[in-house]
């Protein structure tokens, strides 16, 4: 019996509808949370951004397997045998997911993080590396590494800036091996990228293009055929799948070709010692090149059932609800005269449900500290780890004075520098928005109901100081 007809392993059809009129249910929907006036209210959680709330489809097939947990290509008995088809199939779920072409690999990693330096330790020397100094870190940062040149582009303020711009670029630099990283979806303003655009002037210059996919896969559907991107990279705890797992997919010549990302048990094929005293490998070729240790088989097949849920759901209608309520939060933010969006593009750009504001005469750590003690509201504040961009974004102005400042260290000359950001999806009710805005009116009309002070380098309520 395979794992995929196992029982345990069978995809589980409870949890998939949620009771708050979200498209799927999640874990948390109902978690009540204290507020510094020690009442008790549900928590809207608005940080699908940074992590997304699991899946109850994911637990539900998570827990449903659990029992019958085993060691993966490491032994003969059945619960090892089962979780490997488990793993493999998991692995063939995330291809089907991805649309990838034949030949392309699947690799299991743990973030998006891990597979972009998984990546850059792949790449070969001599190769120039382009990314626009808008990316999230893990895709800026990654190629600062011996042997690859990086060629940082300026913020574009449209797609076709943003294509004229890798244009040139690449115009500038005809030779040798080239790679392009851009993200789908920003993590700051949410708005897409022209990835298929940028793709096809990459190829046309012989280039490559790996597609930071960690905010687009949890909101649209990512064709990486379609797309036509060499490498795609993204997270499951962003795709409503916990437990501490990725994927880097794609094509396998730069993968195969170089030493494995981690030395070590599954990732070589034979070892032997050789009459000097010296030890000689071969390594696997494929996924198992690049997976050495014990894998993370809960973390792959919570993938796997997230992607099984996005897909049954309908991406299409998915995405429409998601438009819609995209809509409602930028109409609702536009009557606010102190609110101001970020946008790169403009505000009529197309976007995930992804929005960074700032309010004036607000220190923005400071307003997203009294949307969680006053109204058990969860957003995050600060820079995103995307400083460049944020930066970019705010025009190099300082931040309001406020009793407590941004969590980001600021550079010299800045007294503080951050943004608030709301994110959401498909497990988030139409009336977390709906609180969401009301409380930014309430705060900005009439201001805090209490006091708050800095420690341990966030804004918290000091719970001894109501104002009057």
């Given at each position: 019996m395979s794992a995929h007809q196992s029982p345990a392993a069978a995809p589980s059809t409870a949890g998939t509808l949620s009771d708050d009129g979200a498209p799927l249910a999640v874990l948390g929907h109902d978690v009540q949370v204290p507020l510094v006036s020690g009442e008790k209210v549900g928590y809207a959680a608005l940080d699908y951004a940074a992590s997304a709330p699991a899946l109850q489809r994911v637990w539900d097939d998570v827990a449903a397997y659990a029992p019958y947990y085993g060691s993966v290509h490491r032994g003969a008995g059945y619960l090892?045998?089962?979780?490997?088809?488990?793993?493999?199939?998991?692995?063939?779920?995330?291809?089907?997911?991805?649309?990838?072409?034949?030949?392309?690999?699947?690799?299991?990693?743990?973030?998006?993080?891990?597979?972009?330096?998984?990546?850059?330790?792949?790449?070969?020397?001599?190769?120039?590396?382009?990314?626009?100094?808008?990316?999230?870190?893990?895709?800026?940062?990654?190629?600062?590494?011996?042997?690859?040149?990086?060629?940082?582009?300026?913020?574009?303020?449209?797609?076709?800036?943003?294509?004229?711009?890798?244009?040139?670029?690449?115009?500038?630099?005809?030779?040798?091996?080239?790679?392009?990283?851009?993200?789908?979806?920003?993590?700051?303003?949410?708005?897409?990228?022209?990835?298929?655009?940028?793709?096809?002037?990459?190829?046309?210059?012989?280039?490559?293009?790996?597609?930071?996919?960690?905010?687009?896969?949890?909101?649209?559907?990512?064709?990486?055929r379609e797309l036509d991107v060499d490498w795609i990279a993204f997270s499951g705890h962003k795709l409503y799948a916990p437990f501490g797992a990725g994927v880097l997919a794609g094509r396998g010549d730069w993968l195969d070709a170089a030493e494995p990302y981690l030395a070590g048990g599954g990732a070589s094929r034979t070892v032997a010692r050789e009459a000097d005293g010296s030890v000689v490998v071969e390594w696997h070729r494929g996924p198992a090149r690049h997976e050495a240790g014990s894998p993370n088989v809960i973390g792959a097949y919570a993938i796997a059932s997230a992607c099984r849920a996005l897909t049954e759901a309908g991406f299409d209608a998915l995405e429409a609800r998601e438009q819609r309520l995209v809509e409602r939060l930028k109409a609702g933010l536009a009557e606010i005269p102190e609110v101001r969006v970020l946008s790169l593009f403009g505000a009529d750009s197309a976007r995930v449900g992804v929005l960074s504001f700032v309010v004036r005469g607000w220190n923005s750590s400071h307003f997203a500290a009294a949307l969680s003690a006053e109204y058990g509201i969860g957003v995050r504040d600060g820079l995103f780890c995307a400083h460049p961009l944020v930066r970019t974004l705010l025009g190099g102005e300082d931040a309001a004075p406020s009793e407590c400042g941004a969590p980001e260290p600021s550079l010299p000359g800045e007294r503080s520098l951050n943004a608030i950001r709301v994110s959401f999806g498909a497990g988030t009710p139409d009336e977390h928005l709906d609180r969401f805005l009301a409380a930014v009116r309430e705060l900005v009309t009439d201001g805090a109901r209490w006091t708050y002070r800095s420690e341990g380098g966030r804004c918290v309520a000091d719970t001894r100081r109501e104002r009057a």
């Open positions: 090892s045998q089962l979780s490997t088809d488990l793993f493999e199939q998991s692995r063939r779920t995330v291809a089907d997911f991805l649309d990838l072409r034949e030949g392309d690999q699947a690799v299991f990693t743990r973030s998006t993080t891990d597979s972009l330096n998984l990546l850059a330790g792949v790449v070969p020397a001599g190769t120039r590396v382009f990314a626009f100094e808008t990316e999230h870190h893990a895709s800026l940062l990654p190629w600062r590494r011996h042997g690859l040149t990086v060629g940082y582009l300026r913020a574009p303020r449209s797609c076709a800036e943003a294509v004229a711009a890798l244009e040139a670029a690449l115009a500038a630099h005809p030779e040798g091996p080239r790679l392009l990283c851009v993200t789908g979806a920003s993590n700051v303003t949410g708005e897409l990228w022209p990835v298929a655009e940028l793709t096809e002037v990459a190829h046309r210059h012989g280039a490559r293009v790996v597609l930071d996919a960690a905010q687009l896969a949890p909101h649209h559907r990512v064709s990486v």
